[in-house]
């Protein structure tokens, strides 16, 4: 029999974990979102179709386990085999399914320590050892630091919060230096002008590439996420997702992501007018006095010469733009990632600033 005083704490046994933190969604109408790196233009108009067009009556069954027709169809679009794709609940999922069932080491898991901050809070999540591994002063990721004993690797290509994109042979010195590990191409902002690790899948089994519809395809709010790479990969990423959640994807999802996918000419309209106002941001932004790395993305990574980071990002949300400070890692502090917007808002932005730089 228990006594009192013999209770266990159920507290104790309650997780203990600093979760990831999104941009701020302000709960008011008439502002400018730029941090979260959403795009500033609606999905193809055959995805709005495809969702008024759903017979709600079908919600009764369950949907497809797989996604099979969105994997089909990202298939065809990528000149790969189906078999070779796997369809998840947004990138977040795939890539915490991918944590899962491939890093399963005693060794630590290597990353840099300027990237996508969810990756430190799934190790954590997971139990999964990692070391963090310096960017440069240009930020850049040094793919000879990759030349050590690990028990798996991520890289964001481009990278995320820096914008940088490199180019393929920066992927192959990585992989060639781990075949013993399995290698995460996290290609979240590749269509902004990235170059994708997918050509070298037929030389390497141990790489995989995840991919988005949540920026590049205007639909974050739908969470679809995807993964390529070799079949021994792709089984082991489906027995995480059905030793787990076997219908990541609803029916809706499905068939939206799929109407996404069938328009090619809209997908690439709204990628290049997203690359023509970055680049014009890119040029008005130094001339204001920050630093701005070239990107590879939909945002950009700004540094001011003289004013804080910290000033600017209160000065515009005075103004209801919102922008991304991350008060950590320390390097990044002084840094706003500014997602890139629609002509207008970028104008509206920049008004903005010159008001604030006088
Ligand atoms: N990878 C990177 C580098 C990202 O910045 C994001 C967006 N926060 C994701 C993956 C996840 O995006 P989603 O889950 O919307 O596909």
Not at 205 to 227: C, E, P, Q, W, Y
Request: hydrophobic share 40%; proline share 6%; aromatic share 10%.
């Amino acid at each position: 029999m228990i006594t009192s005083g013999d209770h266990m704490n159920w507290k104790d046994n309650l997780i203990k974990i600093a979760p990831y933190v999104a941009g701020e969604q302000p709960d008011k109408r008439d502002f400018i979102k730029l941090n979260a790196n959403e795009n500033p233009y609606p999905p193809a108009p055959g995805v709005i179709k495809a969702i008024e067009d759903f017979r709600g009556a079908d919600l009764k069954k369950y949907p497809d386990a797989n996604a099979r027709p969105l994997m089909k169809a990202i298939a065809e679009d990528l000149g790969v085999d189906a078999d070779n794709v796997f369809v998840g609940n947004g990138s977040d999922d795939v890539l915490a399914l991918s944590f899962r069932a491939f890093f399963n080491s005693d060794k630590p898991i290597v990353f840099p320590d300027i990237t996508y901050s969810f990756y430190p809070v799934w190790c954590e999540m997971l139990g999964i050892p990692y070391r963090t591994l310096p960017v440069g002063e240009d930020f850049n990721i040094n793919a000879g630091d990759y030349n050590c004993e690990n028990g798996g690797v991520v890289i964001a290509n481009p990278n995320a919060p820096t914008g940088i994109g490199r180019d393929l042979s920066f992927m192959r010195e990585i992989l060639d230096a781990n075949p013993g590990s399995v290698v995460i191409s996290d290609e979240a902002y590749v269509d902004f002008g990235g170059v994708s690790a997918l050509p070298l899948l037929r030389e390497y089994d141990n790489l995989i590439v995840i991919r988005t519809f949540s920026k590049s395809r205007s639909m974050a709010g739908m969470r679809i996420g995807f993964a390529v790479g070799g079949d021994t990969l792709i089984s082991a990423l489906r027995a995480a997702k059905d030793s787990y959640n076997s219908y990541p994807l609803d029916s809706v999802a499905i068939a939206a992501g799929c109407a996404s996918v069938a328009d090619r000419a809209y997908f690439e309209s709204t990628l290049k007018k997203v690359m023509a106002t970055r680049d014009r941001l890119t040029a008005e932004l130094r001339a204001m006095g920050f630093e701005v790395p070239d990107s590879s993305t939909n945002f950009l990574f700004a540094h001011h010469k003289s004013r804080k980071a910290a000033d600017i990002y209160d000065f515009l949300k005075s103004r209801d733009i919102y922008v991304r400070h991350f008060r950590k890692p320390e390097r990044i502090s002084d840094h706003l990632r500014i997602t890139i917007g629609t002509d207008e808002e970028t104008d509206r932005l920049t008004a903005a600033l010159h008001e604030y730089l006088g």
